[in-house]
């Protein structure tokens, strides 16, 4: 045992850290010795191995033996050296060794290669963003980890495993730090927040939504794997390690969609939030794998509280959307008829929601529609659902529009006219159901749903033509009527043309911007007014021709063709007489203006 610490003590000597700043009291260059001469740095691990094991034999025998003095200095000796060897191969290497790197020499080191999961994973795109940080993976230093782990095992088998882990954690956790600093990520806080615009949110999300994989996939990932590669020897260093260098870092990283929840709520800002969501939720398996000890329990519970607030700012949104759509003020009719902007905006709105199905329907489960009366069971039917159910999406975005349809029927009453006010709710839910057929929200409200919504825009459409046209044909007699004579036929051809005068007038402004829907109107209108005109003027034209001859030409001021060509010209917005302030379908001698 002797002879142990006496050939210990020649080798440590020779690289006792004191000895070799000063010489000759001239400060030199220490030289390292794991770079130096690999078989002296094996050899350095070897006899402090033998040395360690020597002052356990002399602590048994003889406590206070000169020789056991003698091997605990010469034991202090060695681990400063061991200390800064530590600390020179990380600081040198602190380029080589990131993440990346560690990760693929691990998968390579383990006889398994993850080189497609890797690709996989993480693409060329997110590598280039992560900028500087991610190194070429080519260079890792695969000595540098082999003396790294040599260092450790020594240190921590000789009683010094305290200050091998503060070396390490002064060493990486600035690399962590550095390397979400590239990759975007500042500690803000919330007041900080609050005072961002829209635009300047979207900039921050939009940087957290790039740099979040590479974070967790890379960044932390891949210092786990150091961190179990060089401390494998002990698992409760290992774990303090780790824990000391990212936790900070990624509390950070993971308070940040919770902090944007604080922001002051506005519609739009629900599909950011969405992509907030999803970002966590897709990378909750692998944080709670990578944080899995009980000392980065701050980690995950950072994690869950900002999917768990998220989802919650995501339904107080929706209900801000809703209260927008109750609360829209204008108090002008659209011109026309038209289909109104907050249509336009609303059916925009619900359409994007659908891409996100899947996370709406996680967050929105168990939670009941704001509604003060039980709301029909047919609005909820879902005939696409085979087990009779219906999705909680289904009936969310059912429930928007149901909402938006109430505000459009207030919307109607702004109109004068009551056959205007059914042609602009026909026009508003048309244009809703054609929105529901040409985009996702088809297979989430189903066949049925637009079956029953087209039934109500014809029974609009119905009451539209009703309320105008009935004056119209109730001015001509029925076929089959009495005796007419000359003069009550006169005054039927003058209320059929004042009648019609006013009709025309009116809706020649009025739109229809569904070109079916437009034509199907025009016909109905034609199929009911053309063929009762053409029988009375075919009928009194020539009953009355020998008796009337001279009011002949005012009588007859145009035939059923002309008519029907001139329905044609309705519900296209524009009056074809352009400035005419009469606004008179006929010249001063009674005739239909072309």
């Known amino acids: 045992m002797e002879a142990n610490i006496d050939n210990a003590e020649s080798f440590i000597t020779r690289w006792d850290l004191t000895s070799s700043i000063n010489i000759n009291k001239v400060k030199v260059k220490v ?21 360690h094991k020597t002052m356990h034999f002399l602590a048994s025998k003889n406590a206070s033996s000169e020789k056991l ?18 600390y020179q191969i990380l600081s040198a290497s602190y380029d080589h060794l990131d993440p990346e790197s560690v990760s693929d020499l691990s998968s390579r080191g383990s006889g398994t290669s993850n080189s497609d999961t890797q690709d996989e994973i993480i693409s060329e795109e997110e590598l280039i963003i992560a900028g500087e940080y991610v190194a070429d993976m080519e260079s890792v230093s ?30 990486r956790k600035s690399k962590i730090d550095e390397g979400l600093y590239n990759l975007g990520i500042e500690q803000l806080k919330s007041s900080q927040i609050r005072k961002m615009n829209l635009e300047t949110i979207e900039q921050v999300t939009k940087k957290w939504l790039n740099a979040v994989k590479i974070a967790v996939r890379t960044l932390f990932s891949g210092e786990r794997i150091l961190c179990n590669h060089v401390f494998s020897v002990s698992n409760a260093i290992m774990e303090s390690c780790f824990s000391e260098i990212t936790r900070e870092a990624a ?50 519970v950072q994690a869950h509280s ?22 829209n003020s204008s108090k002008s009719p659209v011109l026309g008829g038209a289909v109104h902007p907050l249509t336009r905006s609303t059916m925009s709105y619900i359409s994007l929601l659908t891409a996100r199905e899947g996370t709406l329907s996680t967050i929105l489960v168990g939670n009941p529609l704001p509604m003060n009366s039980p709301w029909p069971e047919s ?6 659902s085979t087990d009779g159910s219906t999705s909680v999406v289904s009936v969310h975005l059912a429930w928007l529009i149901l909402v938006l349809l109430c505000k459009l029927d207030g919307k109607a009453k702004l109109y004068k006219d009551v056959s205007l006010a059914y042609l602009f709710l026909a026009n508003n839910l048309s244009f809703i159901v054609e929105n529901v057929r040409m985009t996702n929200l088809i297979y989430l409200l189903g066949d049925h749903w637009v079956a029953r919504h087209v039934k109500s825009v014809k029974l609009y459409v119905s009451s539209c033509e009703s309320v105008t046209w009935t004056k119209v044909l109730s001015a001509l007699p029925e076929k089959g009527s009495k005796t007419v004579v000359p003069e009550f036929a006169m005054v039927c051809f003058r209320k059929f043309k004042t009648a019609l005068e006013d009709a025309y007038r ?10 079916k829907l437009r034509e199907d109107l025009k016909l109905s209108i034609a199929c009911k007014l053309v063929p009762k005109y053409q029988d009375f003027y075919d009928t009194y034209l020539v009953k009355f021709s020998g008796e009337i001859e001279n009011n002949l030409e005012s009588l007859t001021w145009f035939s ?17 007489l352009g400035s005419t302030s009469s606004h008179s379908l006929f010249n001063s001698e009674g005739f239909l203006l072309t």
């Open 560 to 576: 059923p063709n002309d008519l029907a060509n001139y329905l044609s010209h309705l519900f296209h917005g524009a009056s074809i």
């Open 69 to 86: 003095v003698l091997a605990q200095k010469l034991m202090q000796i060695a681990m400063k050296r061991l200390e800064h060897e530590f």
């Open 251 to 300: 509390v950070t990283l993971f308070r940040l969609p919770e902090l944007v929840t604080k922001s002051k709520r506005s519609p739009e800002k629900i599909f950011m939030l969405m992509e907030l969501y999803e970002a966590i939720s897709d990378l909750l398996p692998e944080i709670e794998s990578i944080f899995c000890f009980k000392s980065t329990q701050a980690i995950k």
């Open 379 to 384: 609005y909820l039917e879902n005939p696409n």
């Open 506 to 515: 009116k809706q020649m402004s009025w739109i229809v911007e569904d070109g």
């Open 142 to 171: 695969a000595i540098a980890l082999s003396d790294l782990k040599s260092i450790a095992d020594c240190m921590i088998s000789s009683g010094y495993g305290k200050e091998c882990c503060m070396i390490y954690k002064l060493i």
């Open 306 to 327: 900002s999917l768990v607030k998220l989802g919650e700012s995501i339904k107080a949104t929706l209900s801000v959307f809703v209260a927008a759509i109750q609360k």
């Open 31 to 51: 030289i390292s010795l794991f770079q130096h001469n690999r078989k002296e740095a094996d050899d350095f691990l070897r006899f402090v191995r033998n040395l």
